[in-house]
């Protein structure tokens, strides 16, 4: 279900930054996240990825909040609603509800050596998202909002080999889809400073997730070890 953001190029050149940033720095990539969109992770390793990301985005994320600001209509095949920020927050209302009932079928935080470190950079990620849903620069909410919906395409993978595991009957995915979120970004990109504060926006995001796979990589180690 990875987001096929490169076979999207030439839609414009806000949106093909984008694409390349989602290509080099994406989530769909991580070895980590990898082995466990596959049959067979270890039960422990997707419960500890489920925790996390419940810890991160375990609600309506403010991430959508101030691209609301940002929003405008898209009508363009049969994609047309009158913001995509609010339909992308209904969808993410279903998939933050999906998350949940993942967190409690999955059972309790697998233990791991270093606990309080994690935690520690948890809450530090959870201030990051923060900051870019309020940021006072043009464009760079909505594209941390974007970085999140193309990422969050890997995570489904990750999230459905957890429901098969766990007996949890995964909801269908209402996410706009590749066409819908470049057609949002290249409707969106009408000056160069908005292009750059966007992909600066969506830039964060992508190695915030990157860097939350690596420190789920290492407690995987750490569980191997002990």
């Known amino acids: 279900m990875a987001f096929e953001s490169t076979q999207l190029r030439g839609i414009g050149e806000g949106w093909d930054v984008i694409a390349s940033l989602a290509a080099s720095d994406g989530s769909a990539s991580h070895p980590h996240l990898l082995r466990l969109s596959r049959n067979g992770a270890a039960q422990r390793d997707l419960a500890d990825a489920i925790h996390a990301l419940c810890s991160i985005h375990g609600r309506v994320t403010v991430l959508f909040d101030d691209a609301t600001r940002e929003r405008g209509t898209i009508s363009t095949g049969d994609w047309t609603a009158p913001t995509w920020v609010a339909v992308a927050t209904d969808a993410f209302a279903v998939e933050c509800a999906y998350l949940a009932t993942l967190t409690a079928a999955v059972g309790p935080l697998p233990s791991t050596p ?113």
């Not at 009957?169 to 970004?185: F, G, H, K, S």
Request: charged share 20%.
């Open 114 to 226: 270093g606990q309080a470190e994690t935690d520690a950079a948890l809450v530090a990620q959870r201030h990051a998202f923060h900051m870019l849903a309020h940021s006072s620069r043009a464009g760079c909410a909505t594209g941390a909002a974007v970085a999140l919906l193309i990422d969050w395409y890997a995570f489904r993978d990750a999230m459905d080999v957890a429901a098969a595991r766990f007996g949890v009957t995964p909801p269908e995915m209402t996410l706009p889809n590749e066409i819908e979120v470049a057609t949002i970004v290249a409707s969106m990109s009408g000056s160069s400073a908005l292009q750059r504060a966007m992909a600066f926006g969506a830039q964060q995001v992508f190695a915030q997730h990157r860097g939350l796979w690596d420190l789920l990589e290492a407690r995987s180690s750490a569980r191997d070890r002990h």
